[in-house]
């Protein structure tokens, strides 16, 4: 089985989660013996035409295509999206036209709607099934105001035309059917993952303060200002307690005035975006991590978390609830529950110690290639 995939980011040039995603079932799918050949904005760095170990381990059978498209959607002082995003999407399904003709493949497999017009483009030209990845949709983005109605209209047509879509959850393939019309015959859920390997030796109990912790886009969906806000009420009780928001985004100014306004500015740190490293030396200082977001189609930082025995707060309705029980679960909109379950948390280091435990032993059992394998047996089934 040979797949053409097309994707906008991927390690080590990430924006969130999509981009560990990918290179995720890339590997997976590699191990499994299917044949990758991989389209992208930009060749990763320490890549080559074939990138046996780039970005990572055993990224096996790979053919990586760089477009010469610039998509850099995420952190742009414009808002969420870059002002040429537009014409570089339409640029990157001219290429996907091209790559169709040349290379040979038996489906095709794209990631979320900057890739929805070169999914359809390479699919028409090659009559190779399409697999529409849905790892967010605009009404997630926009935290249910909406969004965009040009990107809605992408992700309408895509996702009328793919053979299969592919959702994150079953909280995602819910909003595809909602909002989209998408016939539930056609959808497949693929959970993400991650591997399962964690330090062997216990968690051990972070030195000096307790640090409340969070990680992801600063923007309405993944719910920083809840988090500050609970916050404020965890500080009137624990006022050892300190936080960290971790990320870029367009609400980044808008959080650090409202922490001076609520009172936070020595408790709250503001790290920026923080790369792999970075990011699991915070998981190994952090006593809680917490994910409040407003929608979230999966959450792949929780289970960073969970392998780093980091105990964690989840929005209830977050799509990572489906796969691990380790997990404390709120309702993000009341900001007192969150607040009243993280100082639980904290007053309890028995507690803390359980979880952790729980956690890591779910983390340990997972693995890229058990999603992977889904995806192939989805090829399969479309490409017959």
Not at 125 to 149: C, I, K, M, N
Not at 153 to 159: D, F, G, S, T
Not at 263 to 281: I, K, N, Q, S, Y
Not at 359 to 364: D, I, M, P, Y
Request: charged share 25%; aromatic share 6%.
């Amino acid at each position: 089985m040979r797949v053409l995939m097309i994707g906008w980011e991927f390690p080590p040039a990430v924006s969130g989660g999509l981009g560990v995603a990918c290179e995720g079932l890339v590997r997976g799918l590699g191990s499994l013996g299917c044949e990758v050949v991989l389209l992208l904005p930009r060749r990763p760095r320490g890549s080559g035409d074939h990138a046996d170990g780039a970005s990572g381990s055993a990224l096996a059978s790979v053919k990586m295509i760089p477009s010469g498209t610039r998509l850099v959607p995420y952190g742009t002082a414009s808002g969420l999206y870059g002002d040429d995003l537009r014409d570089e999407v339409s640029r990157l399904a001219a290429v996907a036209r091209v790559v169709a003709r040349q290379e040979t493949f038996d489906v095709v497999h794209v990631h979320d709607w900057m890739t929805y017009p070169a999914g359809l483009a390479a699919s028409e030209g090659s009559g190779r099934p399409l697999l529409a990845h849905v790892h967010a949709t605009e009404f997630s983005r926009s935290a249910g105001q909406g969004g965009d109605p040009f990107i809605r209209a992408i992700e309408r047509a895509a996702l009328k035309r793919a053979d299969r879509v592919l959702c994150v959850s079953r909280f995602t393939a819910g909003v595809v059917r909602r909002r989209y019309g998408v016939d539930p015959l056609r959808i497949r859920i693929v959970h993400n993952a991650i591997d399962g390997t964690a330090p062997s030796t216990p968690r051990s109990e972070p030195a000096g303060p307790p640090l409340v912790m969070f990680a992801g886009r600063l923007t309405r969906q993944k719910g920083p200002a809840r988090f500050l806000e609970a916050a404020r009420l965890i500080h009137q009780r624990r006022p050892d307690v300190r936080f960290v928001l971790a990320g870029a985004g367009e609400r980044l100014n808008w959080l650090r005035s409202r922490t001076d306004e609520l009172g936070l500015h020595d408790a709250v740190e503001f790290p920026g975006f923080l790369d792999r490293a970075a990011l699991t030396a915070l998981y190994g200082r952090a006593s809680v991590y917490v994910l409040p977001s407003v929608a979230e189609p999966f959450g792949l930082t929780v289970l960073e978390a969970l392998r780093q025995g980091v105990p964690t707060v989840a929005a209830r309705q977050a799509g990572v609830t489906e796969i691990v029980h380790s997990v404390i679960r709120v309702d993000a909109e009341n900001v007192a529950e969150l607040a009243e379950r993280i100082v639980r948390l904290l007053d309890s280091p028995r507690l803390r110690a359980r979880l952790s435990r729980m956690g890591r032993a779910e983390v340990a059992r997972m693995s890229w290639q058990l999603p992977a394998a889904r995806c192939l047996d989805v090829y399969r089934e479309v490409a017959c």
